[in-house]
């Protein structure tokens, strides 16, 4: 009898996207899912429509077009503090998640133990399950989102390979500071472990918080990989723009084995944002943390208002509330109440946790003003207070 692999009868559909068809459903605003709809850049639209125009359609080299990899290299030196060789060290991806899933491929074998920090990007921990790794979870403490060195230390094992990291984090928004990376930094080299760190959300920064790549740390080149991607920063998360930068010895498989599973990053797009690397100044990204920390105060502002308790974030987009006063026994009947009584869809929090989350929601704010301030006023509109009897 024909039947699914075991690997795929064990899987799940991501809450995020089974929220979103909910909020379709539903014809409400969608602040689950960050599909970020604020406008593209204009140089890097530019770009990419005359890249289409002029043909630049067919496959790439395997890491991706030399002005973008040269691009990604001079980012990377001025703004994360750290030296790659365009040639040898940088791979361009389909998004970061691609990039994540071949230095996956490319650095753990089934079995190994992964230390995770909770609560947790869902796609992390699944692609690890995914691959046969063993995720070991680190939780960290509201409303800081604040970790136990000593739990830190206990949850390596002889079986570790190595700790991945999110900063700025998503859902938590945490930022992780430089005494904490020094620490996870100390941790690695003693017990030789790979560093693996999704930065996509590095410019997305509020009330004085900095971001620090731990590839620049003393120590620290040979054994990270850097993820991120222009997803996020230039509001073109379909585009599939990401890439990974680490040492040659890492950077040649984690091309080959995205070049098996994606063949290149989308030609046009690449142009795009090599255009949006070399002719967007610095005003512009720290404009774009102005901007969404506006957004971020607007929506905390209101979630406090109602009564669901806010983790002010310290980066990227999302917040996590308290909903404890909400009526339901988990959070996604919280998630799917709020739903219904205001059109307005969050993430359960416990997509993020190995255990926990219950009472908590995510929320995302990367939304055009006029949704976030619709969606601000139908959360206004409630009363937690009726709801939770």
């Known amino acids: 009898m024909l039947e699914l692999s075991r690997k ?38 530019r770009a990419a429509i005359n890249a289409i125009r002029s043909r630049q359609n067919s496959y790439t080299r395997l890491d991706g077009v030399p002005d973008l990899r040269r691009a990604i290299a001079r980012k990377m030196r001025d703004y994360n503090g ?32 992964v230390v995770v920090f909770e609560p947790y990007y869902g796609y992390h921990v699944n692609t690890l399950r995914a691959l046969d790794c063993v995720p070991v979870s680190v939780t960290m403490h509201p409303p800081r989102w604040i970790f136990s060195r000593e739990q830190c230390e206990q949850a390596i094992t002889a079986k570790t390979r190595a700790i991945i990291l999110n900063s700025p984090g998503n859902p938590s928004g945490k930022v992780f500071t430089r005494d904490e990376l020094e620490f996870i930094a100390d941790l690695a080299i003693r017990h030789d472990l790979f560093v693996i760190t999704d930065e996509i959300y590095e410019y997305f920064l509020y009330d004085d918080n900095e971001h620090l790549s731990p590839a620049s740390l003393p120590g620290m080149a040979d054994r990270t990989i850097t993820i991120s991607g222009f997803s996020k920063t230039y509001s073109i998360t379909g585009w599939r723009i990401g890439y990974a930068v ?21 030609s046009p797009f690449q142009h795009g944002v090599a255009a949006g690397l070399e002719e967007l100044a610095s005003d512009f990204y720290s404009g774009l943390a102005d901007e969404y920390r506006a957004k971020r105060d607007l929506l905390c502002t209101t979630l406090e208002q109602v009564g669901l308790s806010p983790s002010w974030p310290q980066g990227s987009y999302y917040v996590l509330a308290d909903v404890s006063a909400l009526p339901g026994s988990n959070s996604k009947e919280k998630a799917m109440h709020l739903l219904a009584s205001t059109g307005v869809a969050a993430v359960p929090g416990e997509a993020f946790f190995s255990e926990g989350g219950k009472n ?20 206004s509109r409630m009363s937690v207070a009726a709801a939770s009897h």
């Open 8 to 45: 795929a009868a064990g899987i799940a559909p991501s809450e995020i996207r089974i929220m979103s068809v909910e909020c379709e459903r539903a014809r409400g605003i969608n602040l689950a899912q960050g599909i970020c709809d604020t406008e593209v850049p204009e140089p890097v639209q």
């Open 82 to 113: 750290v030296n790659a060789d365009p040639e040898r060290e940088i791979v361009v991806t389909a998004g970061s998640t691609g990039a994540f899933y071949s230095a996956c491929l490319a650095l753990l074998n089934p079995g190994d133990e």
């Open 246 to 266: 680490c040492d040659a010895r890492w950077a040649h498989s984690i091309g080959y084995f995205h070049d098996l599973a994606y063949i290149c990053a989308p």
């Open 360 to 379: 908590l929601l995510r929320f995302c704010f990367a939304k055009t003003d006029a949704d976030l301030e619709e969606a601000c006023r139908r959360l």
